[in-house]
């Protein structure tokens, strides 16, 4: 419910659309964005708060405001027993993989502040939403792959040989320490939490010639001091059992816990001093203190402030995602 002395509420936020060479439709036709005309939109940024990218409240009394205007009004009403914070420390977004993404890797928080400008690193983890047969996720190099062999695939063009790949099933969870060597391959509809970074370093492009025609570009000496090679193959998560029945972990790292919710009757969210960021993957609920008047649907967000706590009320079975800092 709203908070009477801060004036806080569930938070409903404007996404931010990204067109890439390797999306598609499915943020429209599977999570029902309203996105406009083309066949490229590959990200849905749900909740960011990075630089000139900038998550705006959608209704109520903050509508207009941004996400970065509210870190730094409400730090304790936001953030809880996490505050101090300098900026909202996750972004939270969907992704359709309609081609495959190019192969990549990020730093992880010592690397990252080395940075000019400095940046966090990333740590990330996927939950697949739907996957067409025979889509692969590319996760971790082989066991035994160190360096130069890793090196010599990658100059020698052979750079799949190197790579662990598997065939991921809709609703798997895969989690992607800073430092993994990964990609996502075609045909995959993806929900993704991460740390608030947005720096990339790109191995491989498959070859492909971007919107101008040119290759994009690459940054393999980047890519090779930061390149985890003792993490080995990376595997789906296998979930744990959470507090709560209707709750199972799905991962818990030093970043962020990220759990999946399967509720039918109603249930309460928040209340613990920490922020929530919560994502219909399907079915829909109310949120007891939102001010839009509407259901949170499948492929959509909020952010539920420190400061609230929230009564859920499903309407129907509803299956989704409660992010929250550690």
């Known amino acids: 419910m709203q908070n009477p002395v801060t004036g806080l509420y569930p938070l409903r936020l404007e996404p931010i659309y990204r067109r890439y060479l390797w999306g598609g439709r499915r943020l429209a036709s599977s999570l029902g964005k309203p996105i406009g005309q083309g066949n490229d939109y590959a990200e849905s940024w749900e909740i960011v708060d990075h630089g000139d990218d900038q998550s705006i409240v959608n209704f109520g009394p903050r509508r207009g405001a941004s996400l970065a205007s509210l870190c730094g009004e409400y730090q304790h009403e936001l953030f809880g027993h996490h505050a101090p914070q300098t900026q909202f420390p996750l972004l939270f977004k969907f992704l359709d993989a309609h081609r495959d993404l190019s192969v990549q890797v990020h730093p992880n928080d010592e690397q990252a502040a080395q940075l000019d400008p400095p940046d966090r690193g990333k740590t990330?983890?996927?939950?697949?939403?739907?996957?067409?047969?025979g889509s692969s996720i590319y996760a971790g190099v082989k066991s035994g792959i160190d360096r130069a062999g890793f090196e010599l695939a990658v100059r020698g063009g052979t750079i799949e040989s190197v790579l662990h790949q598997f065939q991921p099933a809709a609703g798997d969870c895969v989690f992607i320490p800073a430092g993994t060597v990964h990609a996502l391959g075609a045909g995959l509809l993806v929900a993704e939490i991460q740390?608030?970074?947005?720096?990339?370093y790109r191995i491989s492009d498959w070859n492909r010639v971007g919107s101008d025609g040119r290759p994009r570009p690459l940054h393999i000496e980047q890519a090779l001091a930061v390149i985890d090679f003792e993490g080995g193959p990376v595997h789906s998560q296998s979930p744990r059992p959470a507090d709560s029945l209707h709750v199972e972990r799905l991962v818990a790292c030093d970043h962020f816990v990220l759990d999946r919710w399967r509720i039918e009757s109603p249930a309460s969210v928040?209340?613990?001093?920490?922020?929530?960021?919560?994502a219909v993957l399907d079915g829909g609920l109310r949120m007891q203190g939102d001010v839009s008047g509407q259901p949170l649907l499948k492929g959509q967000t909020a952010l539920v402030p420190a400061c609230c706590e929230c009564l859920l009320e499903p309407e129907g079975p509803t299956l989704m995602l409660d992010v929250y800092l550690p």
């Open 124 to 133: 990330e983890a996927w939950v697949i939403l739907h996957a067409d047969p």
């Open 195 to 200: 740390q608030s970074s947005d720096t990339t």
């Open 270 to 278: 928040g209340g613990d001093g920490r922020f929530h960021l919560l």
